[in-house]
């Protein structure tokens, strides 16, 4: 798709466009990030931020942490960057992903917390947490089977009054369309042109998590790695998305002990900048993924 705009293209000069794109490239930062950072160094210079207009789909087999990857980046906008973040959630409800956030941010361990069984100076941590993030424009929608109609009108609505700068879409199997179209190839298609056209007509990045077929893998016990034939609705990548990412956990497939914290997301499309792949590191106890220092 690579920045081709289907809502319909005005024509101008060259000599009003370049003015544009001068002012653009002067405003960048030493560093090469164009658009919003995403907290992970390495992959910030890979795509040179998240750029606006653009689609951005992270892939993973059930429970490798595409969640927790978006929700993380989510933070570090919303928290560390107070930029207007908004995440859809169609499967987990919105008090468990702000329940994640704060006991990850804070450094508690899930399970732990799961059991009640918190300390005084945990107690303390996760009231600090939680008077820092509620303080911080980070707003979540746990509305369930949204269609893209649906959600767009929620992010314009949202947009207008809190000025979101991004928006998460968690996952692309859990949004409906209006009219049912029998292949599901064709309706994810769909799901994400639109999403793609959102992203171009309110000018943000959009993030889509989308998961991966875990039978595919399981018939190949040779091969631990995701890759692109894995994803059965591959059509969205080649098509619609600007950015896709694979995320790959070394101890989730079981050829590493499953303690190694090595995960590399692989960038297997960027219209914005190489291909590639970037090392972080996940804490299992806290459903997080950290720069590796």
Avoid at 47 to 69: E, K, R, Y
Avoid at 181 to 204: C, G, Q, T
Wanted: glycine share 8%; hydrophobic share 40%.
């Amino acid at each position: 798709m690579c920045d081709r705009k289907e809502t319909g293209d005005t024509v101008s000069r060259a000599d009003k466009i370049i003015k544009t794109v001068l002012s653009d490239i002067s405003r960048r930062k030493d560093d090469g990030i164009k658009g919003l950072p995403t907290g992970f160094s390495e992959l910030d210079k890979m795509l040179s931020g998240l750029s606006d207009g653009n689609l951005i789909v992270v892939a993973g087999h059930p429970g490798i942490g595409t969640t927790a990857f978006a929700l993380r980046i989510a933070e570090y906008l919303g928290i560390d960057k107070n930029i207007p973040v908004l995440y859809f959630s169609m499967a987990l409800g919105k008090e468990r992903l702000l329940e994640r956030m704060l006991l990850g941010r804070a450094g508690i361990d899930l399970h732990k917390a799961r059991q009640g069984k918190l300390e005084g100076e945990d107690w303390n941590l996760l009231k600090r947490t939680a008077s820092e993030i509620s303080k911080k424009p980070i707003y979540f929608d746990d509305t369930s089977r949204l269609t893209p109609g649906e959600l767009r009108n929620k992010v314009i609505t949202l947009k207008s009054e809190k000025d979101i700068k991004c928006v998460i879409v968690d996952s692309l199997q859990l949004m409906r369309l209006e009219k049912k179209i029998d292949l599901h190839e064709e309706e994810f298609a769909e799901i994400s042109r639109s999403l793609k056209l959102m992203a171009l007509e309110l000018n943000v990045p959009v993030f889509l998590l989308a998961q991966l077929s875990f039978d595919l893998i399981r018939q190949e016990e040779e091969r631990a790695k995701p890759r692109l034939a894995d994803f059965d609705e591959a059509i969205i990548a080649e098509r619609y998305a600007d950015v896709l990412m694979l995320i790959n956990r070394e101890g989730y497939y079981g050829y590493c002990p499953l303690d190694s914290k090595y995960t590399e997301i692989m960038i297997t499309k960027n219209c914005n900048g190489p291909t590639g792949m970037v090392g972080l590191n996940f804490y299992e106890e806290f459903a997080r993924f950290e720069n590796i220092s």
